[in-house]
């Protein structure tokens, strides 16, 4: 490649790949100076200059006027200097050209490994920028293949890592499978950007009904708390400002469609969605749906909660191994303690009357939810 060719490389570079130009000039000149140095020795002071228009390259010992030479590598004296140009003076810094005879190919080769550096590093740089707006969002990825424990999904041009403790238990995952997957982070590496997703991450559950749901999408319908047990089960409180607007049915859609596309997308996860509500006794008793409650005493200070069901629906409250009073915990922000109503009343769990203020329609909402849940998963 000759010099045109070389500066009609860089000026190509520089309008495709938005890479400066003078980044790659002065890139170039530092490479050079380390290969000048192996000629001269790596004690010399040695600066190297490509001519902006024409690509040409020259190499220059570099040399500080004195009257008295200490150094001979880096020091002339001042009557040699002024020799070359009478302006010089003690101090002054001296550029003699030292271009060796074979520099135009060492130059040549040294632009070329620059060039291909500087063209990789904002590749890197652009696929980083590309993807980094990504983070925290939802995308879909492929399946590509399996890494030991981890799983390898194609996004685009890069392939992201789910990592074990990152997928659903027990989900399969087969080439070339479509999945939803939660951009955990974006990190820059010398290689290029790598890429970290999830499936289980809560923030998944948030996404998905954003995508489904126009109302949570617009803000209409705020998601105050989300509660997760990937693969498994999970609670989400919403919330409307606009008292026309029906959150919960909103989110459940006509007849659970929009809830059953995410219980789909996650592998037959079940779903609850219940009414948001500032009144802790009403959110803790709307959270606990499927079970109806009867009462619930707070304890603000120790911010825990004293719950009371109907004898039949102790276990349904609890759900199975504890999930469903874990995930209303987790949902409300409270500690939560059930007894049945026969428990209860023996050893006086709760002084107050039954409250009586508790929403039983939204609980019924919920179970009615699942029901068609479960009847769609069972036809398919």
Aim: glycine share 6%; aromatic share 6%.
């Amino acid at each position: 490649m000759d010099k045109a060719e070389f500066m009609d490389a860089l000026n190509l570079i520089e309008k495709e790949k938005g890479i400066d130009k003078e980044i790659i000039f002065e890139a170039i000149e530092a490479s050079l100076v380390s290969a000048c140095k192996k000629n001269f020795g790596s004690g010399q002071n040695i600066k190297v200059v490509i001519d902006r228009e024409t690509g040409n390259v020259a190499c220059y010992a570099q040399k500080t006027v004195t009257d008295e030479i200490k150094d001979e590598q880096n020091e002339i004296l001042l009557a040699a200097a002024r020799v070359l140009n009478p302006n010089y003076t003690v101090g002054d810094v001296v550029d003699l050209e030292v271009t060796p005879r074979d520099f135009g190919r060492i130059s040549a080769q040294t632009a070329k490994q620059v060039v291909v550096q500087k063209f990789r590093e904002a590749e890197r740089e652009i696929l980083y920028n590309q993807y980094i707006t990504k983070e925290r969002e939802v995308v879909t990825g492929i399946v590509q293949r399996r890494d030991r424990r981890n799983i390898i999904v194609q996004m685009g041009k890069i392939d992201a890592v789910l990592a074990s403790n990152e997928q659903i238990p027990g989900e399969q995952y087969n080439f070339m499978d479509r999945l939803k997957v939660y951009v955990l982070e974006v990190k820059q590496t010398t290689k290029g950007p790598q890429i970290f997703v999830s499936r289980t991450h809560p923030e998944l559950v948030k996404r998905l009904f954003e995508q489904e749901v126009p109302e949570v999408f617009d803000g209409t319908v705020e998601i105050k708390s989300i509660a997760r047990e990937a693969g498994s089960r999970t609670k989400i409180a919403v919330y409307s400002k606009d008292k026309n607007v029906d959150a919960l049915g909103a989110c459940v859609g006509q007849n659970g469609y929009r809830v059953n596309v995410i219980v789909k997308e996650l592998g037959g996860e079940k779903i609850d969605v219940i009414n948001w509500s500032d009144d802790p006794k009403e959110f803790i008793a709307a959270a606990l749906s499927p079970s109806k409650v009867l009462a619930v005493a707070l304890n603000a200070e120790e911010q825990s909660a004293k719950i009371v069901v109907p004898d039949h629906q102790l276990s349904l409250a609890i759900g199975k191994e504890g999930q469903n009073a874990r995930l209303s915990a987790k949902l409300t922000g409270w500690r939560i303690d059930i007894k049945s109503e026969t428990q209860a009343k023996a050893t006086n769990f709760i002084s107050e009357e039954p409250a009586d203020a508790v929403d039983m329609e939204e609980a019924m909402d919920v179970v009615h939810m699942e029901e068609m849940q479960e009847e769609e998963l069972t036809q398919e």
